[in-house]
């Protein structure tokens, strides 16, 4: 994009602003008053003017994620995500029980947030499987009902899964630490949903009204009309910027993260060796453990020791920096 253009494309919102103001200073030399006209001529204008302010809106809102698709720093941000997808491609068969550990990790520290607001122990009321352990409390009135309040928002806390295929394709919400929010196409049907309606309204007005030339036709009218136009046009600049923001920002702030996120597993596959245990093999282990154990007690044995792998700790996860520190100065973030 040309330095011309860009300064344009900044200045947009501004020039919207100043297109109106001027039209309304220029109504200055007229007064407005009541059109006169019937219930049927006032819906048939209205429905133009919406389908008007839908069509202005829609393809502005187009506009403006067309421009950030374009824009350098998210072509940087999705060149950058599909190299990070290829380098673990060698270890993707692994990226599963990785997830499903920052999973549990992810729920586990949901639920301790929720329950030290309240002066509680995660390990108090919930295993190392993440289920819930029946506790009663006792105490003041007040606090018991607190904490049995927070207790249940707990166990009800629900998380995006981190999964391969969120991880490796497009497309975070505040507080969920997974989920990447909307891809473009998810988006423009989110805010495009009265395009359908619009379509409808129109087809009822053009079906049952037709029109007359006017005879005495005055300016006054062409400058009030000029004004509404002009402020569907400020609005749908505000809804083309908008748009921008959502793909250069929130957008592109989900690839970001998720190419944090696969850093991460990078350097955990490198420094983990290949028979270390994920969180699929420990569960499986677990499992192990416990069909054995019930096994030796109805044989009068005992329970076995758990397997020296089950005991093995999940690797540290370390290693190289997060993109978006070591990339700042190249892509902006």
Known sequence: MSDRKMIWSDFLGYVGVAVVALLYIGTAMFVPTASGKSIGTILADGALGFALGVAINFNLNLQGILKGKNAPQML???????????????????????????NAEALRRERSRILIAAGLRYEDHFDEDGKAIEVVFTGDKDVVKLRRKAWRAALRVKLTPLSTASLTGDGERQGDPFNFGENPEQYQRRTNLTDVGSKIVMAVVFGYFGVDMIADFHFEELAWRALYVAILLAFGIAKLLRSYLFMVDTYRGGIVKKINYLQSFENWAAESPEGDKDEFGKLQDRAAESAGGTENESQGTGGAEPSEAAQIPAPAHGGAEPWHDRKRQNCRV
């Not at 990070?84 to 993707?92: G, K, L």
């Open 76 to 102: 940087l941000t999705r060149e950058e995500h599909g190299k990070t997808v290829d380098r673990i491609a060698r270890h993707i068969h692994r990226l599963d029980g990785w997830c499903a550990d920052q």
